[in-house]
C-alpha cells in the first residue's frame, strides 16, 4: 500500500475530473479492488457519492 500511496503522490491530477480522481482515491484503499469499486459505484451511483456517503459505506465495508 505504501508504494501504491508513494505512487499516487507522484500523479498530477490537474488533467483529472472530479470523477477520476474519486475512483483513484477509491482504488488506493486497502482492500478495494477493482470489482468492488464497480460494486460500490453500482450501488452509489458515481465514485464521488461514495465519499459522500462516507459514514455509511465505512459501516457496509467494516472499516474503522
Known amino acids: 500500500c505504501f508504494h501504491l500511496l508513494h ?3 507522484d ?3 490537474s488533467q483529472l475530473d ?3 480522481r474519486y475512483i ?3 482504488s488506493a484503499l486497502d482492500g478495494t479492488g477493482p470489482q468492488t469499486i464497480r460494486q ?5 451511483g458515481s465514485a464521488e457519492a461514495i ?3 462516507g459514514a455509511s459505506v465505512a459501516n457496509d ?3 474503522d
Open 11 to 13: 500523479i498530477d491530477t
Open 51 to 53: 465519499f459522500a456517503n
Open 40 to 44: 460500490l459505484i453500482s450501488f452509489f
Open 24 to 26: 483513484l482515491a477509491l
Open 61 to 63: 465495508l467494516s472499516v
Open 7 to 9: 505512487t499516487l503522490r
Open 18 to 20: 472530479n470523477e477520476a
